[in-house]
Structure formats: C-alpha cells, structure tokens
C-alpha cells in the first residue's frame, strides 16, 4: 500500500474496506494540494465532493452576517469533510482553508453513488462519519451553552493533543498551527478571553505556550478542567 492508502486506512469510508476495493477507489478519486492560507472552498460555493485530507491541516469556517469568524474544526490526515454534499449535492455549508501546506483526495457524487450500490460496508463507513459529525456538533452546541471559557480552551487543546500531539519527557507537544485568532474562534469566545484562560493555565504550570503550539505538562488537570 502506498503511504496515500495508509492514510485512507484511518477515514471511516476505507476503514472496512478489503485491499482491492481501497486501491480502486482510490484510484478514481482526484488529487488536490493546496498552499498555506489558501482556500479550497467558499461557504455558499456549489459542491458535489468528499474531500480526504492526507497531509497537513485544514479549518473548516463560518462567517456571520455582521462578519464575525467562527470555526467549526481543525482537521488533518485521514480526516474527511465535504461529506454531505455527496447525499445533498448544493451549497457548502463552510469555508475550508489550508491552516499548512495540505493535500487532499477528492470523491465525487457520481462516483460514490456508484459504489455504494452493493457495497453496504462504504455506506456504513459514511454513516459512522455521519454520526460522529453529529455528535461532535452537539457537544459543541452543549459547550456553548454549559461550559465556561477556561473549560472549552482545555478541551479543546486535548481534542488537538489527541490528534497532533507527541509525547515527550516534558510533556504533549501539540503542534497545533493556529493563530491566537484562530484559537479563539475554535473555542468560540475572544482573544482577549482565551488569552486570558491559556496565562492562567499556564501560572499553574498546566501548560506551556510556543509559538503555534502549547506544551501539555500536566494533562490530568486540563482533563478535570475540560469537565
């Protein structure tokens, strides 16, 4: 298997695949590369395609009506996005920029209805994505609604030590690539608020802060504070 395949292996729609069927679709679905800071979509663009992330990281955004930025996740390799608009083909629902230099791998509707035929293992790997995209959706909406700031910053710093962070001797190394600006629009409050809850964590030795990048020292405590 190629390094692309491996990749593929951790989203949901390869996952239960044999290897004959992973290597043909893989081998019908395009390829994309973008730069970092560029835009593979606009919200509202016309959209017909599954993207797969397989190098980098991406951030999936909305804007409100008075302008302001929120975003809806973080995303690298092995993780899909664009899904909905293989079953409902009509306007994307967020903005999807290049956080790093990232590449990707693209399914279309056509395609994809035409494997689904006969292959419920694909249309279970889809609903699996589904699902967590649910779940995930509503326990943001729950945050927002029950959690403090401090809360949300912890937890989402050990969302993105789960999926990029490398343990050390002193600690989770969480090269995470946002901006403060960006880091307060994942979390969903301002700099100024976050900034605030990453010096305090920081005071109590919790944590360490680096440019793009936090030191996760004592991740027992950011746990019970994600609570």
């Known amino acids: 298997m190629s ?3 491996d990749v593929l292996r951790q989203a949901p729609l390869f996952r239960t695949l044999d290897e004959e069927a992973a290597s043909a679709l893989r081998a019908s679905m395009g390829e994309t590369r973008l730069a970092r800071g560029e835009t593979l979509f606009h919200e509202g663009d016309p959209g017909d395609r599954l993207y797969i992330v ?6 999936l955004g909305r804007t409100s009506s008075d302008g302001r930025e929120n975003l809806l996740a973080i995303l690298g390799p092995g993780q899909m996005f664009g899904e909905l608009s293989l079953f409902d083909p009509g306007p994307r629902s967020a903005t999807v920029t290049a956080v790093t230099e990232s590449s990707f791998l693209s399914l279309s509707h056509d395609v994809m209805m035409k494997w689904l035929d006969g292959r419920p293992q694909v249309a279970l790997g889809m609903l699996t994505q589904l699902a967590s995209r649910l779940r995930k959706t509503n326990e943001v909406v729950a945050d927002l609604v029950f959690s403090d700031v401090p809360g949300r910053v912890s937890k989402a710093l050990l969302d993105l030590a789960d999926r990029f962070g490398r343990t050390a001797d002193d600690g989770v190394h969480v090269h995470h690539d ?3 600006e960006e880091l307060a629009q994942l979390v969903g409050a301002s700099r100024e608020t976050v900034n605030k809850a990453l010096a305090d964590f920081a005071s109590r030795g919790w944590i360490r802060l680096e440019p793009r990048s936090v030191v996760i020292m004592d991740i027992e405590r950011m746990r019970r504070r994600a609570r």
Request: glycine letters at 8%; proline letters at 0%; a neutral charge.
């Open 3 to 5: 390094l692309d395949n």
């Open 54 to 59: 397989t190098e980098g990281k991406v951030k």
């Open 178 to 180: 946002l901006t403060q």
